[in-house]
């Protein structure tokens, strides 16, 4: 299988070759593409990995059987769909395509009914609703969701390798370089993404109308607050819900202990410190909220590395999927393709970095 990684260079495809690597996935020849061309730096498998400038000619010539997209919104609207119509699937960490509506977003924990033998563009979610959401499925598939409220606590890192860079920069006493909306060493800013001082900021939007979409349920009632915090690597939530049936907070936990993806700390706390470099979503602290007589009002607590569940290892589980689902065999017609046209007019407003 021929491979292409946009934005190899960036922190999600540096840890996209690192999955692909690891989970030793099917690839005959790996393409690495970024804003500009460099000789050396990276290595896949042992061996060096030049870096091409990511041109439409360029890719276009190299026909890639899948391209991974990890670079920018503006780079995926200009790429993405000429390469889609030259027969390669895509598989995009940026927003460009996740709300249109002839596209899934899947998790493959969650919903891998989502996609669909026609599909050929595949965006990967928001990095801080994946992680919301591999931890709600399992509640919303027992009991039903009535309504979610989420306030993250969101890594640096969440900025591509700006953000890891302003943090280390402001440590060393240097200046705020404007990276964040306000300086994040020994700070909160509860500004992430697009935000024009009054409602939601663009993150919140894309949390809530994300999760909805992934959950399958447009209808869920749902509030979030998102916030940067000065850690380097993986987001935490603090989650309040309400279920349409009563439940228990051992049910709950049985729930969530059998579910594919969690990690359940029925006791105690879990930090983004302890989940660094995991696949998995943590949860902690599920319990009863105080004085709810329904027994439908709960909390808890998730933690996700949103470099590798909530980008890199999601869109390489997307690839397994597809491989499983024989959509690379020789002997598989041609799917439908979308038109990607419509897709890219659907597509909602430009996204903000998580
Ligand atoms: N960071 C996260 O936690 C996270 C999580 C989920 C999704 N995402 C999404 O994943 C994508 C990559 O994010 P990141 O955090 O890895 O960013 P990053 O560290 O800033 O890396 C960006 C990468 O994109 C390349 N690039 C930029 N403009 C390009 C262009 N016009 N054509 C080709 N390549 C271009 C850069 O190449 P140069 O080195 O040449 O500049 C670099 O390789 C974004 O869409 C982001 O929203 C990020």
């Known amino acids: 299988m021929k491979v292409a990684l946009i934005g ?15 989970r030793n996935l099917p690839v005959d020849t790996l393409l690495a593409y970024a804003s500009r061309e460099r000789a050396e730096g990276l290595s896949f498998r042992g061996a060096g990995l030049p870096v091409h400038a990511a041109t439409r000619e360029r890719l276009l010539a190299d026909r890639p059987d899948v391209a991974f997209f990890a670079s ?4 995926s609207a200009e790429l993405a769909g000429a390469l889609v119509d ?19 977003l899947v998790v493959p924990e969650v919903n ?9 563009i595949f965006p990967v979610a928001n990095c801080t609703a994946i992680v919301l959401t591999v931890a709600l499925a399992p509640i919303e598939h027992a009991w039903g969701l009535r309504s979610v409220r989420v306030a993250t606590y969101q890594a640096v890192s969440g900025a591509g390798r700006a953000g890891l860079d ?6 060393r006493g240097e200046a705020p370089d404007g990276t964040f909306a306000a300086p994040i060493y020994r700070n909160v800013v509860p500004q992430v993404g697009g935000y024009d001082g009054d409602g939601d900021t663009g993150e919140e939007k894309k949390v809530v109308a994300e999760t909805r979409k992934m959950l399958g349920r447009p209808d869920l009632h749902m509030a979030a607050t998102t916030v940067r915090v000065p ?41 983004p410190r302890d989940v660094e470099d995991t696949d998995l979503v943590h949860v902690a602290r599920v319990r009863a909220e105080v004085g709810d007589r329904t027994d439908t009002h709960f909390q808890m607590w998730v933690v996700g590395d949103q470099l590798r569940k909530g980008a890199a290892t999601n869109a390489v589980q ?19 393709q979308p038109d990607v046209t419509l897709t890219l007019r659907q597509a909602q407003g430009k996204g903000e970095r998580s």
Do not use: K, W
Not at 8 to 20: C, D, E, S, Y
Not at 72 to 75: C, E, P, R, T
Not at 112 to 120: I, K, V
């Open 8 to 22: 190899a260079t960036g922190v999600v495809g540096g840890m996209i070759l690192r999955v692909l690597e690891e």
């Open 72 to 75: 920018s919104d503006d780079a």
């Open 86 to 104: 030259a027969g390669t699937i895509v598989i995009d960490n940026s927003a460009t395509f996740r709300m249109a509506e002839d596209v899934p």
């Open 112 to 120: 891998p009914h989502a996609m669909h033998a026609d599909h050929r």
């Open 166 to 171: 302003a943090l280390v920069r402001e440590e």
């Open 231 to 271: 850690v380097m690597r993986a987001h935490s939530e603090a989650v309040f819900f309400e279920t349409e049936l009563p439940a228990s907070v051992d049910a709950m936990h049985e729930a969530l202990r059998s579910a594919p993806g969690i990690v359940l700390h029925e006791h105690g706390i879990v930090t």
């Open 318 to 336: 997307i690839l397994e999927l597809l491989i499983a689902r024989g959509r690379f065999d020789a002997t598989q017609p041609d799917a439908t």
